[in-house]
């Protein structure tokens, strides 16, 4: 079956006073709405609707806007607007305004909203409000991507199937290895990190998906790889290819929770041996890497965490060590951003980004994240569905359960009333919907009871029915053949009497 | 996967478990493996070495060892219960360590090894799994996108035959033996008694001891494995439904675990002066009443129970229709004004 998927973002642009450029083919306030097409493949397509509100700024608005920074800005004018989820409001300040630092030309906040420099004139204008939007939302790339199950291998970047398919919930483990507890007593608070640092920005995520966080320290755990000595810097060394095939023998002893089946994230601390410290990454060109971490797309991440050698040398082992959470949480939640896909790096250099702070996202992060994840779930539901029905077509006598055909029935109308709430720009209720569909639909599927097992060669249907039947039938159509030969016979005599 | 269970089929169970360890020693963990075998060999009471299992009789290797993880065993190794598996169709009760969670990025291996034919493959003497059904197994496999590229190598006699079906797309599959051969077994090992390897499965794994979990050895290498005159059946295999060139193929792809892993460089900033959260747990426990010990069996009320009365039913159509036969079979033969001598 094609899909069709219109996603509708209400953009409003608003043009603070002195910034309203000449050449505007309508007075303000008016409405526009642009369409492209990002298309897919031959059955998907894909088209984004902008739908842009322009308009001058308000008289509070105006005060917001008069802000010494662009963060006070963002601060004062979020406080002033209601957007919903999906929705993006973009000021358009003078280009002489001091919110901008020199060189910026647009600024992001940490919620719905942007201020832009008003230069270049209305087209230069419209392409920046176009790229910003672009980045706010979702990009041709961000949802071929999301629909990676239906584009052809070639046309996709390398890097598109790596984010973490978009999920019910997912598991989160913290584990400390420390393989050489005779030397380092290691000792993280590791609840405290998780309830300080790590469960606002998963509250934040918390409309994505459900989370669970569990921690472990694991003793005596080595790393596959052993590390090479550098004399120059006279600490060892962790060349980038040898990384890969460290993941592997700690995973075997990571274990994860028997009971639940979405996917597990794990971000492990590795404190090395003192025959090992200090242990440096080293990235493909020979740099030590900063943050000493590495991470695996769907899998999780590592990070390397040094131990200061003791001043003296003859100092009573072992040595206690008191994990800096702040740091390693900084390198894991950024860790946890990238494996959802949230990178900040591709960004023209004139952009400048606020930082979400705790709160580890912006909201048009997550509104990325709701975006990508919508599409998803939308596009699984209906290739879930599809091979259902090609399942039930072709194995007749399966008996489908009374849950199991109204799973279906509501899988179709929650991705049928998803894509109705795209298509009206509610990304909010279409997450929803597109969740509820997605939980039907694997409900639907992989229900025990559809399993066919019985598959009967039409020769032996032959080999099994002919020696039963046939003997049987043998005196049957005998008997018949001598019933009709009778009964003939009957018709013909009183003709011939006559 | 294996499918044989008794005594005289010890040497699939050392085929699967040889198998098992060099996966897992090229780095797969025990949380990935899926391991079905009839596990009935290394406590069987007709093995001298009990606890063992051998693979080899020069080298003396112990398959078995002492962290084998079977996930099922013994009679739960039904058909039913491996195509439960592939497709995922799996009664919620399951636990994580019997599924197979695999996603679109995920590349699966399969070894079968047991006694077939041209076309099935027999499971534990009582059932049979066609290859139509293994082919539309892959075919649920791959609509739900629960694998990236599929491996299957299958050691039985006519091992051909269970590929021939397939037709979803990235599946490389290997056999042991082509449609009416047969394939053999290794060497007996004279104190144990038995056939201890088959040979397609022994030289894949002298293959594969010199593999290393960074080795750039490809499909094609594996291929030529287990040449005529070693084999003594032909091994075959199939690529046509695989988008790759097998010549580009690693071993480690499918036998090994190697991640691609990525630097971290960004970090994200964390104020640390912010005040203390509360924890989330509540203070008190609430007060519960002490809990009892439920009595396992009411002895007392079983004692005096009265027999439960059982409705009473009409006889059932069979007993009816077997009367009427016989009623009537006897009025045939004596003839209708006996009846009344009768009644």
Same mark, same amino acid.
């Given at each position: ?6 996603l ?9 006073p ?6 505007l083919? $309508?007075p303000?306030p ?6 492209t097409d990002?298309s897919?493949?031959?059955? =998907? ?9 322009? $308009?001058? +700024?308000?008289?509070?608005?105006e ?6 920074t662009?963060?006070?800005?963002d601060v ?10 999906g929705?993006?409001?973009?000021y ?6 001091s ?10 906040g940490k919620h719905?909203s942007?201020l832009v ?5 209305l087209?230069?204008?419209r392409?920046? !409000? ?5 980045v706010?939302?979702?990009t041709a790339a ?9 584009v052809?291998d070639?046309?996709?970047g390398? /890097?598109?199937?790596?984010?973490l ?5 997912y ?10 507890p005779?030397?380092?007593a ?6 405290d ?5 790590v469960q606002?920005?998963l ?8 989370f ?6 694991l003793?005596?755990?080595?790393l596959?790889?052993?590390p090479?000595?550098?004399k120059?810097?006279?600490s ?5 290819h ?7 023998p ?9 009971a ?7 971000f ?6 003192r ?12 740099? =030590? ?5 590495f991470h ?5 991440g590592?990070?390397?965490y040094?131990?200061?050698a ?12 008191d ?5 390693v ?8 951003r ?7 790096e ?9 930082s979400?702070?705790n ?9 990325? !994240?709701?975006?990508?994840? +919508?599409?998803?779930?939308?596009a ?12 039930? /077509?072709k ?6 359960k009374?849950d199991?055909?109204?799973?279906v029935?509501?899988?179709?109308s929650?991705?049928?009333s ?6 009206a ?14 939980t ?8 025990p ?6 598959y009967?060669p039409d020769?032996?249907?032959f ?8 003997p049987m ?20 005599l009183?003709?011939?009497i006559d | 996967v294996? =499918?044989s ?13 040889s198998v098992? *360890?060099?996966?897992?020693?090229l780095?797969?963990p025990d949380?990935h ?12 009471p007709r093995?001298?070495k009990p606890?063992?299992?051998f693979s ?9 060892g002492d962290?084998?993880?079977v996930?099922?065993r ?8 491996f195509?439960?598996?592939l497709t995922? *169709?799996?009664?919620p009760?399951?636990?994580?360590s ?8 995920s590349?699966?291996?399969i ?5 077939g ?10 059932e049979?799994i066609?290859?139509?059904e293994?082919?539309?197994?892959f ?7 629960r ?13 051909a ?17 082509q449609?009416? #051969? /047969?394939?053999?077994?290794?060497q ?7 056939h201890?390897m088959?040979?397609?499965?022994f030289?894949?794994l002298?293959?594969?001891? #010199?593999?290393h979990?960074?080795?750039? =050895?490809n499909?094609?290498d594996?291929?030529?494995v ?8 032909t ?11 097998p010549q ?5 792809d499918f ?8 630097? +971290? +460089? ?14 989330k747990l509540p ?14 069996l009411?002895v ?11 409705d009473?039913h009409?006889?059932?159509?069979f007993i ?14 004596y ?9």
């Amino acid at each position: 079956r094609s899909a069709q998927f219109q996603l509708a973002v209400p953009v409003a642009v608003v043009f603070a006073p002195g910034s309203v450029p000449a050449d505007l083919p $309508r007075p303000l306030p008016f409405r526009d709405a642009q369409e492209t097409d990002i298309s897919v493949n031959l059955r =998907t397509s894909v088209t984004s609707r902008y739908e842009v509100t322009y $308009r001058g +700024t308000t008289a509070r608005e105006e005060a917001a806007l008069d802000a010494a920074t662009a963060r006070d800005a963002d601060v004062a004018l979020h406080m002033l607007q209601d957007a919903p989820l999906g929705s993006l409001t973009m000021y358009v300040v003078p280009e002489t305004s001091s919110l901008l630092p020199q060189g910026i030309s647009v600024y992001v906040g940490k919620h719905r909203s942007a201020l832009v420099r008003a230069e270049g004139g209305l087209a230069a204008l419209r392409a920046r !409000l176009r790229q910003l939007t672009q980045v706010m939302s979702f990009t041709a790339a961000s949802i071929a991507a999301a629909l990676s199950d239906r584009v052809p291998d070639g046309q996709l970047g390398p /890097d598109a199937r790596r984010h973490l398919k978009s999920s019910l919930g997912y598991e989160i483990t913290f584990s400390l290895l420390n393989p050489d507890p005779k030397s380092h007593a290691v000792e993280w608070d590791i609840e405290d990190a998780v309830n300080r640092y790590v469960q606002p920005v998963l509250d934040k995520l918390s409309l994505v998906a459900n989370f669970s966080v569990d921690s472990q320290i694991l003793y005596y755990a080595v790393l596959g790889v052993t590390p090479r000595f550098d004399k120059e810097s006279s600490s060892f060394l962790l060349s980038a290819h040898s990384l890969p095939h460290v993941i592997n023998p700690v995973e075997a002893r990571l274990g994860s929770s028997a009971a639940s089946l979405y996917p597990v994230l794990n971000f492990l601390l590795y404190v090395p041996e003192r025959s090992h410290s200090p242990l440096y990454i080293q990235d493909k060109d020979g740099a =030590t890497v900063s943050t000493n971490a590495f991470h695996s797309p769907r899998w999780g991440g590592i990070m390397v965490y040094n131990v200061e050698a003791p001043a003296s040398p003859q100092v009573s082992l072992p040595l206690r060590v008191d994990v800096d959470m702040v740091r390693v949480m900084e390198v894991f939640l950024a860790q946890l951003r990238l494996l959802f896909g949230l990178s900040r790096e591709e960004l023209p250099p004139e952009f400048l980004l606020e930082s979400p702070g705790n709160e580890g996202l912006a909201d048009w992060e997550l509104d990325r !994240l709701l975006w990508a994840h +919508t599409v998803e779930n939308i596009a699984t539901v209906s290739t879930t569905l599809t091979s259902l029905a090609q399942l039930l /077509d072709k194995i007749g006598n399966i008996v489908i359960k009374d849950d199991v055909a109204s799973e279906v029935y509501q899988a179709v109308s929650s991705a049928q009333s998803a894509m109705a709430e795209l298509s009206a720009g509610h990304l909010h209720s279409a997450f929803q919907a597109s969740k509820e569909a997605v939980t039907s639909s694997e409900r639907a599927f992989f229900d025990p009871s559809l399993l066919h097992l019985l598959y009967f060669p039409d020769d032996q249907k032959f080999a099994i029915y002919i020696p039963l039947f046939l003997p049987m039938a043998v005196p049957i159509l005998l008997s018949l053949a001598k019933i009709v030969r009778e009964a003939r016979q009957r018709k013909k005599l009183p003709t011939k009497i006559d | 996967v294996c =499918t044989s269970r008794f005594w005289f089929n010890y040497r699939h169970v050392a085929n699967t478990l040889s198998v098992y *360890r060099s996966v897992k020693r090229l780095g797969i963990p025990d949380s990935h493996i899926v391991l079905m075998l009839a596990d009935d060999m290394a406590c069987n009471p007709r093995n001298p070495k009990p606890a063992t299992v051998f693979s080899h009789k020069n080298m003396e290797l112990n398959v078995y060892g002492d962290d084998v993880e079977v996930d099922y065993r013994s009679y739960e190794v039904t058909v039913e219960n491996f195509l439960r598996v592939l497709t995922g *169709r799996i009664p919620p009760s399951t636990p994580r360590s019997k599924r197979l969670l695999s996603d679109d990025r995920s590349n699966i291996l399969i070894y079968m090894t047991g006694h077939g034919g041209n076309g099935f493959l027999k499971f534990q003497d009582s059932e049979e799994i066609t290859n139509v059904e293994l082919a539309d197994a892959f075919e649920q496999m791959w609509q739900k996108r629960r694998y990236n590229e599929l491996l299957f190598i299958i050691d039985t006699c006519q091992g051909a035959s269970m590929y021939e079906r397939f037709y979803s797309p990235n599946i490389m599959a290997l056999a042991s033996s082509q449609v009416g #051969e /047969d394939s053999l077994s290794h060497q007996p090992d004279l104190g144990i008694g038995v056939h201890l390897m088959d040979r397609y499965t022994f030289y894949v794994l002298e293959f594969l001891e #010199e593999i290393h979990p960074a080795s750039q =050895t490809n499909m094609n290498d594996l291929f030529q494995v287990c040449p005529k005159s070693l084999c003594v059946s032909t091994p075959g295999h199939r690529t046509d439904l695989f988008q790759r060139d097998p010549q580009n193929v690693l071993i480690t792809d499918f036998f090994g675990s190697v991640r691609k892993v990525e630097i +971290t +460089t960004e970090t994200i900033n964390l104020d640390s002066d912010l005040p203390g959260f509360e924890s989330k747990l509540p203070q008190d426990e609430l007060a519960t009443e002490p809990l009892k010990y439920a009595e396992q069996l009411p002895v007392a009320q079983i004692i005096h129970q009265k027999p439960k009365q059982k409705d009473w039913h009409p006889p059932g159509g069979f007993i009816l229709g077997l009367w009427a036969l016989i009623i009537m079979v006897f009025f045939k033969t004596y003839g209708i004004k006996h009846m009344k001598h009768i009644f």
